[in-house]
């Protein structure tokens, strides 16, 4: 089945640095999303270290409290825009065409484009930390008039920094959704795609929809802050209380930009490893389309203390407490995929496992912080930050993580070393719930989040907090260590498909996977 | 076919992102304010005109009125209610001051921006005459009485038996010497 | 090149258990503080009805996500524990059922309703700011709070709440207090069993009060007034902090509420209203040199010293010691404390020091730090300044 894929005109990829920054072809710029991504996680990262550092004890040690801000700001910034999104768009850059048996991505060109101008977006946002007034230090939801009238210079580099990001992700949304729709391959129903171009799918199209709304905030911001207009100034007649509202309208979808394709990998690996095949297919389906469309109606709950009107507050909490519904099925549909299967436990399983518990915590600490009355005390307290660190890490970042484990081996034809990766694992694991779970303890006794000193009775749990993050972001260099060992000497393999228990059209391709695939479609019965 | 396909879906989502990102703009900000208006949210209750009939003074209801003054970053005038609080019968005519001195030995311009508590007493307060509609300048060292004229709703609902104006009052000169270069231009 | 398993286990011991062991010696914490307040977990029942309200809602929400994670991983634990391959495990084909799908998107639904019910009403109470005993008007400044007692009579008590913690213990200069952090110059005094009523607002940017004792947090914005009440029933001294990012100084905030009997508090209110008199007089009275030295020293370390350092050497603010202004005209050096400067981080600080405390502090600068001008600035000359004259 596999080597009809061979010995068809197979002119490889050209030499040198020429061959990645003119390339057209889906692997090559997944493979290039993949590299920055990591590379933006690292940076992201040693900003958290700092964070981190400075939290170890009560009193400022190391920066001061302005410098501290721009830390958040950018390590919120880079995380979120340089680390998550590029990963998942190199994920769907590398898979999609392989998993619906197209030959490349509907739009190459813009492909190579989409890519090529994140380096400058994210150049020019970290060269703010080295100008006069220093970076962002408005926090990554950049709440005006902190985020305008009080704003450091270096505010219109972020703006124009945000507007390149933006620009990024709406092709690369194009080109996925256009792929998606155009390019799949005969007898590649809808309801056949695999789950992760499902999710992707419907990413995509939030992406579209709200990555515009963000352009447009920072447009505005931009316009208040040089033309003179006043859409976020009292003074003027405008609203700052509007800024927060637009922001948060792209702001929820955005955050479910960042989770959504996490579901689908972990919807892929769950099967493969219990060598059964996913439970409610369909409902995972719909339960994707209800989260994307709840994201859109429930966006002041970030806002539960600006002073909304009550029947306001109310319909956000019901719509809120809503999305617990089709995230619950999930979480359901996963573990009976898991139910009376035949699973093993290789690294990306284990991560993939570690998705689903850590996930549910942060879901369940999510119907907390839904109820309006009781938010009035979680507000901006560090349980909205363990909240969304389960939710972000242990989702977004461990599902990213497993699916790099997961695919490695089919993209380069070696396979990792099996013992690193649960050592990786599972110091990441420790790590990661030694620094995020003790953050729901301080918060709930009431440390207000995004200050750069505490009192003294948050001293302890901060300490760990801290220790954890040191493990957590030193295992990250293991990681690192393990990936560029299987792509430079690890075990040769050559079997279609890489675990046993693989079902899907890239598991019919040649291992390692060739440089051009389904240059004619396959037929899907 | 595939590939006029790729363009037609690219052609129309390439359209959504434009409305999208126009929606912002054209819908989202004056939807903002329509709301705000008309639930008399963050004191912007605007509202129609409202007609004056001084035969309905409800004399068997009393509302007490509260007035603030905020002083905004980088607002050195004294700005400060004449009265406190009064007591006033829905449907009459009120009129309090506000007194204002510019401090500073620089010409400035100020606007007031009013702000009610509970919210939904905005949409019940009609000013007929108020400092707040415009900009107002004083010259260094001057100082004004700034007169309100306002009549409660007889409509108020009953719950609300106290309401509580506050005015921040900003520094808009640099704001109104732009404007005035505009119109001169 | 392969690690062998146990060694890496044994590397990433080694720090882990060293660290670890930083903790369990934290020793400047557990001098200054009890215990249960170290390792509190959980939520303040508070010293409000509504307070207690959101607490009980709090663990009722808290209990259902425990019951429901229980029986979530349970399910998961087992099945990773008994359906494994190396168990011998087969894998069986099913892969959807309508029945248990509908099941387990009904019941999530219902468990929905049963929070959205209690949490309603609740809410509903949070709302409810009708027929308070007092109105606090609490403004929000970077980084202070202003509070302003209401007076129907006009005349209002209005002072700044700012940080008290010494920039000492704050760069571990010196042991830190038990207050570390929470401890303000002029705490906010509330009756106990009155309902108080807060207007909140901002002067620059968005910053949130919250006392999470009184079960309030609201937003200050600038431009528009939010409201919240409390009816503390317990009296005591709750301690809180900004909740909303707002500049550089956002963590070193904090809101301390004294809620004490209607006496005391009487007594306070009445003692607040004598200093507002008394300062007039101040005004009229000959200072010394030495005498405004020594109160600005005060107003200095509390106001001024974050921007302009311990030692005026500056920081986010120009240097003070040797410098132009503070060696320079008189006059010059009054009015950019009394006015700012405009487009900088240098406020201006005519509405929030007294014309006694702004000479003291001109008076300071001008003769501290190795600043040996010798002169001094009057209440009076403040006053004249303020005016315009």
Same mark, same amino acid.
């Given at each position: 089945m596999s080597n009809?894929?061979?010995?068809e005109?197979h002119?490889?990829p ?9 390339t057209?072809n889906h ?7 993949l590299?920055?991504?990591?590379a933006?996680?690292?940076?992201g990262g040693?900003?958290?270290m700092?964070?981190r550092?400075?939290?170890f004890?009560?009193?400022m040690q190391?920066?001061?409290?302005e410098?501290?801000?721009q830390m958040?700001t950018m390590h919120?910034?880079v ?12 994920l769907?850059n590398?898979?999609?065409p392989?998993?619906i048996?197209?030959p490349d991505m509907?739009l190459p060109?813009m492909?190579?484009?989409s890519f090529?101008i994140?380096?400058?977006a994210f ?7 080295l100008?006069?007034g220093?970076?962002?230090?408005f926090?990554?939801t950049?709440y005006a008039?902190?985020s305008?009238?009080?704003?450091p ?7 124009f920094a945000?507007h390149?990001?933006?620009?990024s992700?709406?092709m690369?949304?194009?080109?996925i959704i256009?792929?998606?729709i155009?390019?799949r391959a005969?007898?590649m129903?809808?309801m056949?795609?695999?789950?992760f171009?499902?999710?992707w799918?419907?990413t ?5 929809a709200v990555m515009p ?12 802050i040089?033309?003179?207009t ?10 700052p209380?509007?800024f927060?509202?637009?922001?948060w ?6 955050v479910?930009?960042?989770i959504?394709?996490?579901f ?6 769950i099967?493969?490893f219990a060598?059964?095949p996913?439970?409610g297919?369909?409902s995972?389906?719909y339960?994707?389309a209800a989260i994307?469309?709840?994201s859109?109606i429930?966006?002041?709950h970030?806002m539960?203390t600006?002073g909304m009107?009550v029947a306001?507050e109310?319909f956000?909490m019901y719509a809120t407490?809503?999305?617990a ?15 009376r299967?035949s699973m093993?436990f290789?690294t990306?399983?284990?991560f993939a496992i570690?998705?689903?518990c850590?996930?549910?915590v942060?879901?369940l600490?999510?119907?907390m ?7 009035f ?7 909205v930050v ?6 972000m890490?242990a989702?977004a970042i461990f599902s990213l ?6 695919w490695l081996?089919?993209w380069?034809?070696?396979m990792y070393n099996?013992t ?12 990661f719930?030694l ?9 709930l006794?009431g440390m207000p989040?995004?200050?750069p000193?505490y009192?003294l ?6 300490m760990?907090?801290?220790i954890g993050?040191f493990i957590y972001g030193?295992?990250?260099i293991?990681?690192?260590f393990?990936?560029?060992?299987t792509?430079?000497?690890g075990?040769?393999?050559?079997e279609?498909?890489?675990w046993?228990?693989?079902q ?11 440089y051009?695939t ?8 | 076919m595939?590939?006029?396909? /790729?363009a037609?879906?690219? $052609?129309?989502l390439?359209? +959504?992102?434009v ?8 819908? =989202? @900000?004056?939807?903002?304010?329509t709301?705000?208006?008309a ?6 209750y605007?509202g129609k005109q409202?007609e004056v009939?001084?035969a309905?003074?409800?004399t068997?209801r009393?509302v007490?009125?509260?007035f ?10 004294q700005f400060?209610p004449m009265?406190?609080s /009064?007591?006033?019968?829905? $449907?009459?005519?009120?009129? +309090?001051e506000?007194y204002?001195?510019?401090v500073t030995d620089?010409? =400035? @311009?100020?606007q007031?921006?009013p702000?009610f508590v509970?919210a939904q007493?905005a949409q019940?307060?009609h000013k007929t005459e ?5 900009r ?12 309100m004229?306002?009549i409660?709703d007889?409509?108020l609902?009953a719950?609300?038996?106290?309401i509580?104006?506050?005015y921040?009052i900003?520094d808009v000169?640099?704001m ?10 | 090149?392969y690690?062998?398993?146990?060694r890496l286990y044994q590397?990433?011991l080694?720090?882990?258990l060293l ?7 934290n ?5 200054a503080?009890?215990w249960?307040?170290r390792?509190?977990?959980?939520l303040?029942?508070g ?7 959101i ?6 929400v ?9 029986i979530v991983?349970?399910v ?10 190396s168990?011998?495990?087969v894998?069986?084909?099913?892969h959807e059922s309508?029945?248990?799908e509908i099941a387990w998107t009904?019941?999530p639904?219902?468990?929905c309703?049963v929070?959205?019910v ?6 509903l109470a949070?709302y409810d700011?009708k ?6 008007m609490?403004?929000g400044?970077q ?10 009579q006009g ?15 704050i760069?571990n200069?010196e ?6 952090l929470?401890d303000?110059d ?6 106990v069993n009155k309902k108080i009523?807060?207007?909140?607002t ?5 910053h949130s009060?919250w006392?999470?004792?009184l ?7 600038p431009g528009?007034?939010?409201e919240?009440?409390?009816h ?7 301690r809180g ?10 963590g070193?905030?904090?809101?301390v ?7 005391e508090?009487n007594?306070w209110l009445?003692k607040?209203?004598?200093e507002?008199?008394e300062?007039?007089?101040?005004m009229e ?10 109160r600005?020293k005060?107003?200095y ?6 921007c302009?350092g ?8 120009k240097?003070?010691?040797k410098?132009?202004?503070a060696?320079?005209d008189?006059?010059?050096h ?7 400067k405009p487009?900088?981080?240098?406020q201006a600080?005519?509405g929030?020091?007294?014309e006694?405390d702004?000479?003291a502090v001109v008076t ?9 001008m010798?002169?001094k600035?009057?209440?009076?000359d ?7 004259q």
């Amino acid at each position: 089945m596999s080597n009809q894929h061979v010995g068809e005109h197979h002119h490889g990829p050209a030499q040198g640095f020429t061959r990645w920054l003119y390339t057209t072809n889906h692997k090559d710029i997944g493979t290039l999303y993949l590299w920055f991504s990591f590379a933006m996680f690292i940076l992201g990262g040693s900003f958290a270290m700092v964070i981190r550092a400075e939290l170890f004890q009560p009193g400022m040690q190391l920066v001061r409290p302005e410098f501290f801000n721009q830390m958040t700001t950018m390590h919120g910034l880079v995380m979120v825009f340089g680390a998550i999104m590029p990963a998942f768009v190199g994920l769907a850059n590398w898979m999609i065409p392989m998993m619906i048996g197209a030959p490349d991505m509907a739009l190459p060109r813009m492909n190579n484009l989409s890519f090529w101008i994140l380096p400058f977006a994210f150049a020019m946002l970290a060269s703010t930390l080295l100008m006069d007034g220093g970076a962002p230090n408005f926090g990554w939801t950049f709440y005006a008039p902190l985020s305008t009238t009080y704003a450091p210079p270096s505010v219109t580099f972020f703006i124009f920094a945000v507007h390149i990001m933006g620009a990024s992700s709406i092709m690369g949304s194009i080109n996925i959704i256009a792929t998606i729709i155009n390019l799949r391959a005969p007898g590649m129903t809808y309801m056949k795609m695999p789950l992760f171009v499902w999710t992707w799918f419907i990413t995509a199209f939030l992406l579209v929809a709200v990555m515009p709304v963000l352009a447009g905030a920072v447009t505005m911001m931009l316009m208040d802050i040089h033309f003179g207009t006043s859409f976020f100034s009292a003074a003027g007649g405008g609203d700052p209380v509007l800024f927060q509202h637009v922001f948060w309208f792209f702001g929820h979808p955005e955050v479910y930009i960042l989770i959504l394709p996490g579901f689908g990998v972990v919807s892929q690996i769950i099967p493969t490893f219990a060598r059964k095949p996913l439970f409610g297919y369909a409902s995972m389906v719909y339960a994707t389309a209800a989260i994307a469309f709840l994201s859109f109606i429930v966006w002041a709950h970030h806002m539960y203390t600006v002073g909304m009107p009550v029947a306001g507050e109310l319909f956000f909490m019901y719509a809120t407490l809503l999305i617990a519904v089709p995230t619950g099925v999930k979480v359901f549909n996963w573990i009976t995929t898991m139910f009376r299967g035949s699973m093993t436990f290789e690294t990306p399983m284990l991560f993939a496992i570690a998705f689903i518990c850590l996930f549910t915590v942060g879901g369940l600490s999510g119907v907390m912080l839904a109820m309006a009355p009781v938010d009035f005390q979680y507000q901006d307290t560090y349980f909205v930050v363990a909240h969304f660190h389960y939710t972000m890490v242990a989702g977004a970042i461990f599902s990213l993580t497993a699916s790099v484990y997961y695919w490695l081996p089919k993209w380069c034809g070696r396979m990792y070393n099996e013992t690193m990766g649960k050592t990786h694992f599972w110091i990441s694991f420790v790590g990661f719930n030694l620094t995020f779970f003790p953050q729901h303890f301080v918060g709930l006794a009431g440390m207000p989040r995004r200050v750069p000193d505490y009192a003294l009775q948050f001293a302890d749990f901060n300490m760990m907090s801290s220790i954890g993050a040191f493990i957590y972001g030193s295992s990250q260099i293991l990681f690192l260590f393990n990936v560029i060992r299987t792509i430079r000497a690890g075990k040769p393999i050559s079997e279609p498909k890489v675990w046993d228990g693989a079902q899907g059209l890239e598991w019919t391709l040649p291992t390692p996977v060739p440089y051009h695939t389904f240059t004619t479609p396959p037929e899907v019965k | 076919m595939a590939f006029s396909g /790729i363009a037609k879906t690219t $052609g129309k989502l390439a359209v +959504v992102v434009v409305a999208m990102f126009a929606f912002v703009f054209v819908v =989202m @900000v004056p939807l903002y304010n329509t709301l705000c208006q008309a639930l008399g949210l963050n004191g912007k209750y605007s509202g129609k005109q409202y007609e004056v009939v001084q035969a309905k003074v409800d004399t068997t209801r009393t509302v007490k009125v509260q007035f603030v003054a905020v002083n905004a970053e980088g607002m050195p005038w004294q700005f400060q209610p004449m009265q406190a609080s /009064i007591d006033v019968h829905p $449907g009459a005519v009120n009129t +309090v001051e506000f007194y204002a001195k510019n401090v500073t030995d620089k010409d =400035m @311009v100020a606007q007031a921006v009013p702000s009610f508590v509970p919210a939904q007493a905005a949409q019940y307060f009609h000013k007929t005459e108020c400092f707040c509609f415009r900009r107002q300048p004083l010259l260094a060292g001057a100082d004004a009485k700034l007169p309100m004229q306002f009549i409660v709703d007889q409509a108020l609902p009953a719950a609300i038996t106290d309401i509580a104006l506050s005015y921040t009052i900003f520094d808009v000169t640099a704001m109104d010497k732009a404007d005035q270069a505009v119109t001169n231009r | 090149m392969y690690l062998k398993a146990k060694r890496l286990y044994q590397l990433a011991l080694g720090p882990v258990l060293l660290l670890l062991s930083l903790v369990a010696t934290n020793a400047w914490a557990t001098d200054a503080l009890p215990w249960r307040r170290r390792f509190q977990t959980n939520l303040t029942v508070g010293a409000t009805d509504i307070g207690k309200q959101i607490y009980d809602l709090h663990m009722f929400v808290f209990w259902i996500c425990v019951v429901i994670a229980v029986i979530v991983f349970g399910v998961m634990f087992y099945t990773i524990y008994a359906h494994r391959k190396s168990r011998g495990s087969v894998a069986a084909h099913f892969h959807e059922s309508t029945a248990l799908e509908i099941a387990w998107t009904v019941v999530p639904f219902l468990i929905c309703i049963v929070l959205a019910v209690p949490a309603t009403s609740t809410l509903l109470a949070i709302y409810d700011t009708k027929n308070a005993d007092l109105d606090v008007m609490i403004t929000g400044y970077q980084w202070k709070w202003k509070y302003e007692y209401i007076d129907p009579q006009g005349n209002n008590v209005s002072f700044f709440s700012s940080l008290r913690t010494p920039q000492s213990e704050i760069y571990n200069e010196e042991a830190k207090g038990q207050d570390y952090l929470l401890d303000v110059d002029e705490p906010m005094y509330l009756p106990v069993n009155k309902k108080i009523r807060f207007l909140v607002t901002g002067n620059d940017v968005i910053h949130s009060w919250w006392v999470p004792e009184l079960a309030v947090k609201r937003d200050a914005i600038p431009g528009f007034v939010n409201e919240a009440a409390a009816h503390p029933i317990k009296t005591g001294i709750y301690r809180g902090q900004c909740a909303e990012l707002c500049g550089k100084d956002h963590g070193f905030m904090p809101i301390v509420v004294n809620v004490v009997s209607e006496d005391e508090y009487n007594t306070w209110l009445g003692k607040k209203k004598a200093e507002a008199v008394e300062l007039k007089a101040l005004m009229e009275k000959d200072f010394t040199v030495a005498e405004l030295v020594e109160r600005g020293k005060g107003v200095y370390d509390r106001t001024c010293v974050a921007c302009h350092g311990a030692n005026g050497e500056g920081g986010v603010g120009k240097a003070i010691a040797k410098s132009p202004i503070a060696t320079g005209d008189l006059k010059g050096h009054l009015d950019i404390v009394v006015h700012g400067k405009p487009g900088t981080a240098m406020q201006a600080f005519a509405g929030q020091l007294s014309e006694v405390d702004l000479a003291a502090v001109v008076t300071y600068e001008r003769n501290a730090f190795g600043n040996n001008m010798g002169d001094k600035a009057t209440p009076i000359d403040v006053y004249k300044l303020k005016k315009g004259q």
